[in-house]
């Protein structure tokens, strides 16, 4: 199969291109580098040393035995986008090429006009590019469980059947974003459903919950081709974050003083669901969504787990809540389905499968606690007002 991957440099991008190629599949890819430019602007970088794009390059050329097809540029070019699908024609399309971070989006005016321009023109950009270049390509669109807020009742897999005056049907789940961020990638579901059923595109929209760790496969960690490894309080996943302030000495850092539910996918669990959706198209027309986690875990209780998998390997992290920045409010019930990519075969590798992948993260991470900056962990991004001030820690 031939994959080209939308914002390729980034965490999921780098590697997923790697675990494709493994398979023997053909890889393509393009990035502008402003994932890079983004995390420099909050003060933040990758904990794990990352080549220049022309090194890692070479240095996936010389693992793999071939060079990658890359490309430099942006997705609000149409010109660029159209030429890229019409050079490369791709049997499968991996869009992860959007500014993914939900408080950079609430900073400030000017953040939130760049959210939407760089991912819904984006997106719009690429489904009329797909229209005349390549349209029997199957597109994986990264969503985000997010798009569906948090709702008291069981979250179903983008569809649901409805009984509504004594008529049924099929709707789409109700959503309710829960930032600026989260309603960039609202759009683009309308925009790709309509788009789907419009000219017979296909796709699927992976709703995501938040992805973490450093490895895609067992074995020795190959320096030049490591992933990124954000743990800034704006573009790294709070459980990144908490296990790089295990592995440095800070305390952990759960916001609030609820135990607000998500749903977590390691990184190499993200690689085999994104495998699995590329693998198994829809039919044209359709616009499908795949609810893609392992497990729903509280944020606190998430806390604990990186705790106790940090003192499994000598370290002795604390706990200590911030004041939540997030305009949020309790959690009575939090139950995503995610039925689908069970029957294409994946089965998740449950609690202590997570707990593992904590404990080879931190280690994997310890030759390079020196790269992770202590500044950058506390938010001061806030909902209602925007950036200022550092987040406080609460009394116990």
């Not at 489904?127 to 179903?156: H, Q, R, V, W």
């Not at 996943?237 to 000495?249: D, K, P, S």
Request: charged share 20%.
């Amino acid at each position: 199969m031939k994959v080209l991957i939308l914002g390729i440099d980034g965490y999921l991008g780098w590697s997923l291109a790697q675990h494709l190629v493994s398979l023997g599949h053909e890889v393509g890819g393009i990035d502008n580098g402003l994932r890079r430019m983004l995390v420099m602007s909050v003060e933040g970088g990758s904990a794990t040393p990352i080549l220049p794009t022309g090194q890692r390059l070479a240095a996936f050329e010389k693992e793999y035995g071939a060079p990658l097809w890359f490309r430099h540029g942006d997705m609000k070019d149409y010109g660029f986008v159209y030429k890229v699908l019409a050079d490369f024609q791709p049997d499968g399309i991996v869009d992860l090429a959007e500014i993914p971070a939900a408080p950079w989006s609430m900073a400030c005016l000017s953040n939130v006009v760049d959210s939407f321009t760089n991912n819904v023109v984006g997106t719009l950009n690429l489904s009329f590019a797909m229209k005349e270049a390549c349209p029997e390509a199957n597109l994986i669109k990264l969503g985000t469980l997010g798009e569906y807020g948090s709702p008291d009742f069981d979250i179903a897999e983008g569809y649901f059947e409805v009984e509504y005056h004594g008529r049924e049907g099929t709707v789409q789940f109700p959503k309710d974003g829960p930032s600026f961020y989260h309603l960039t990638k609202i759009a683009d579901t309308q925009n790709l459903i309509f788009a789907c059923k419009t000219w017979g595109l296909r796709g699927i929209n992976i709703a995501q919950g938040p992805v973490f760790g450093l490895r895609i496969a067992d074995g020795p960690l190959r320096e030049p081709l490591l992933t990124r490894f954000d743990t800034d309080a704006v573009f790294g996943t709070c459980i990144n974050r908490f296990m790089a302030q295990a592995v440095i000495g800070e305390p952990l850092t759960p916001y609030g003083t609820t135990n607000q539910q998500r749903a977590w996918l390691p990184l190499r669990e993200s690689m085999e669901c994104l495998t699995l959706a590329l693998e198994n198209p829809p039919e044209p027309g359709v616009f499908d969504v795949f609810n893609q986690f392992n497990q729903v875990i509280g944020v606190y209780t998430l806390a604990e787990m990186v705790q106790e998998a940090g003192r499994e390997i000598g370290l002795d992290p604390q706990i200590k809540r911030l004041e939540n920045p997030r305009d949020e409010k309790p959690q009575a019930w939090y139950n995503p389905l995610n039925d689908k990519l069970r029957r294409l075969g994946y089965q998740p590798a449950g609690i202590e499968g997570l707990k593992r992948v904590m404990r080879e993260t931190m280690i994997d991470l310890i030759p390079f606690k020196d790269r992770i900056k202590r500044e950058a962990l506390i938010p001061d991004i806030w909902w209602t007002s925007g950036q200022g001030r550092k987040a406080e820690f609460l009394e116990p």
